[in-house]
T-cell receptor, first 114, second 115 residues
């Protein structure tokens, strides 16, 4: 059974700092990995999707990496801003099967202080 | 604009009173799914649907029903809600193409409180 772990559970940083969020998964038979952002009372916004054959994806100040063999992904946020404060979730989609169910980690609550 | 729309966004109701949470997507996606999110447990899948009239159980289906009569809609039905179904619910959709690497899209969530 796939398990996804995110460390740390919470992180507080001053504005402008570069930071890394970590995600690990136990079963490397994944099709892709997706990073989401969740604001309080809001839905999940997809940030980046990395295919299993890729090593990284970039969007603006965000860079996500994937090391499938070791079961790890990181989300790097450059020059953090108070507006980046949110919960960040990673999720993996399994390879094969007819259910595209995402297995989620429990998230990292990020607070960026002005 | 591509979106997944859930209604209602918030609902407080009482035990045993049947309710339906609607979900609609405008992206012509074949695959749709329901999750619930609980503190300490994360997001867990309730039901999913690969296409019209094709549905199956996820990890926590007890107490829920779904239907998929039209491609765009995937309602979640609680026939006799109980307090342990108090949760934040999310609907998601994506292409049904097995080889698609398009992201899954999520609705804004429905917060249900069952008293």
């Amino acid at each position: 059974k796939q398990e996804v772990t995110q460390i740390p559970a919470a992180l507080s940083v001053p504005e402008g700092e570069n930071l890394v969020l970590n995600c690990s998964f136990t079963d490397s038979a994944i099709y892709n990995l997706q990073w989401f952002r969740q604001d309080p009372g809001k839905g999940l916004t997809s940030l980046l999707l990395i295919q299993s054959s890729q090593r990284e994806q970039t969007s603006g100040r965000l860079n996500a990496s994937l090391d499938k063999s070791s079961g790890r992904s990181t989300l790097y946020i450059a020059a953090s801003q108070p507006g980046d404060s949110a919960t960040y979730l990673c999720a993996v989609r399994p390879r094969g099967g007819s259910n595209y169910k995402l297995t989620f980690g429990k998230g990292t609550l990020l607070t960026v202080n002005p | 604009e591509a979106q997944v729309t859930q209604n209602p966004r918030y609902l407080i109701t009482v035990t045993g009173k049947k309710l339906t949470v609607t979900c609609s997507q405008n992206m012509n996606h074949e695959y749709m799914s329901w999750y619930r999110q609980d503190p300490g447990l994360g997001l867990r899948q309730i039901y999913y649907s690969m296409n019209v009239e094709v549905t199956d159980k996820g990890d926590v289906p007890e107490g829920y029903k779904v239907s998929r009569k039209e491609k765009r809609n995937f309602p979640l039905i609680l026939e006799s809600p109980s307090p342990n179904q108090t949760s934040l619910y999310f609907c998601a959709s994506s292409s049904g193409n097995r080889y698609s690497n398009q992201p899954q899209h999520f609705g804004d969530g429905t917060r249900l409180s069952i008293l």
